[in-house]
């Protein structure tokens, strides 16, 4: 833990920098999302209906759909680069991710079962089944990997085996129900283009929850950082403290798929490029970790508009595309650490 | 010893999701044998199709359809099929159709037919998918002689030639052209009761999780173009995913929902004011009707059905 007092000024100044320069995008990402959809709106209109004044046509677009649409990507996007970096200090794997972990198939399979199953599937339910199957998932994972994190392969190998199974399960189970589960296929990509206002007040409580667990366990997570051998020597639980990283990372990340689906490889992504830009400090890395994901994802959904317009494309294709090569890169880099 | 009551939870909780998935997955076969009516005629028939020429050496007589579209059009010819592929749910088929159908098989999944059911029935005719079947094109021509018809993406009047094809695969073609003279007769009828059909309609499949307007490309589009009606979404692919901005932009003058589940999408969006500046819900044109009478049956009865359906709705009164 050793500091450099020469560099830690120019450090700080950095930090300050990186973090206005993100706010900066956030804005401009969050007007751009407003300003270009399938209609074509002006400044004047959208800084009305920014303001709450006017209630024609335009005005309705913005305020009834493109703000909640806008806001939901930010959300989910903070909760699955949250959720991202806390598998990845759980299990101290660089490739970890909800996605990659079983933690997402999970809960994909829980509520297209569920849709299946009731007719009248309300999002409320949905939640509650896809933390189930995160459960599940989670469960899956560990009991076949351990918890012990000196096995960063096997964690790897059960994670990506548990995950074909549900994953593959899920799609078993659209392809014998085509009839009810239609769009489904469109579902399991991710998109957040329905969001409506309801679906973010359903959501919020359990940012809220997700979030304040999170920032109350910060110093315990510290440890995660170090060895277990040490963090349990320093006369910590290290396996409640998993336990509970666990919980939230549960909490967000299924959360995050019962509303909009499973969105992927931004629990992946964002936290590698949050720690090369924001350091190891988590004070510092957990907050610009949510900025960078909700960030990241508003932008994906704004281009995703543009794939088949004016027609909608799911916001996952896009962050595949973007996930996929980056994942393989750093699979390659860090493969011969791993190994 | 741990390790070893380790691996056996996991082996047992896997099994049993897998089980439990198996068991919810098959139900509701249809294992009833079929009698077929016995008509030999001798003679040769000789189709072209999307995927080359079949000769059926007679009138085939155990025929097997994988798309619902083509028991329509055995249904309106009097033939009964031994074996249908109908995603194993027999309420799929439109009212009018079911009534006219006997026991069959069914051979599970459009998509993914059961090959192994096909086979034990030794049919003599199965009429496949270009989309769907394709790939096991080659598999199905070594159980029986197998045409392919590019159905499941055509428009209606790719539908009106595959009905002809069908005809003459089942040794009916008089009657095909016969009973196509009617349907058209039918159709003008509907026509002559519609009067002013200038106005754009759209029919859409809505689920919860989207709006997927049916084009101007897709079949029920066509069909409503072919009577008169404006579909006011054009585009290539046969059915776009629609935003509600993108509804409202489009503005149709009158909807016909087709929901696919009880609650769908267009629930929340009546709750946005923006729903109600649409004109079609302005007017109270909004209806909804049967998505296997619309979307799925996509032959002969089910277009006139579809007729019906629109002079009921919007027909002078």
Redesign the interface.
Known sequence: MSRFPVRKQKHKLFLLLLFSVTLLFIIIGFLISLKWGQAAISWRVLFEAITFQGQTKEHLYIQTLRMPRTIMAFIIGCHMALAGLLTQLITRNPIASPHVFGINAGASLSVVIGLIMFSHFTLTASIYFAFLGAVLGAFLVFSLAGIQQKQPIQLALAGIAVHFLLSSLTEGLIIMNEQSTDSMMFWLVGAVDQASWLEIQTILPWSAIGVTVLLLMLPSFRLLLLNDDVAVGLGQRILFVKLCGMLVVILLAGSAVATCGPIGFIGLIVPHIARSLAGNRLSLLVPFTGLLGGMLLVYADFFSRFIAYPYESPVGILTAIIGGPFFIYLARKKGASLA | MHQWI?RM??FA??SA??LS?IAC?NSGKNEAKTEVQKNNKEEAIEIEHALGTTVLDKRPEKIVVLEFSYTDALMTLDVQPIGIAD???PD?FMDDVKEKLNDYTSIG????PNIEILSSLQPDLIIADLNHHKAIYDQLKGIAPTIVLDDHQADYNQMLDNYLLIAKAVGKEAEGKARLEEHKQKIEEAKQKLGDTDMTVLPA?T????F?AHSDHSYTGSFLASIGFDDPVK?E?SY???????L??TNPQAIFLLP????T?VD?WKK???WQ?IDAVKTNKVFTVERRDWALSRGLISSEKMAEDIVENLGEK
């Not at chain 2, 689920?207 to 989207?210: A, D, I, L, V």
């Not at chain 2, 776009?240 to 993108?246: A, G, T």
């Not at chain 2, 696919?260 to 609650?263: G, I, S, V």
């Open positions: 380790k939870l996991s909780v896997i999701l897998i998935l997955g995603d194993d749910n799929l999944s459009r998509y993914e499949v689920n919860p999780e989207g997927f585009s692919d776009p995913e629609l935003s509600l901005e993108q409202v932009e696919a589940t009880e609650n999408i929340e946005n004011p923006l500046g």
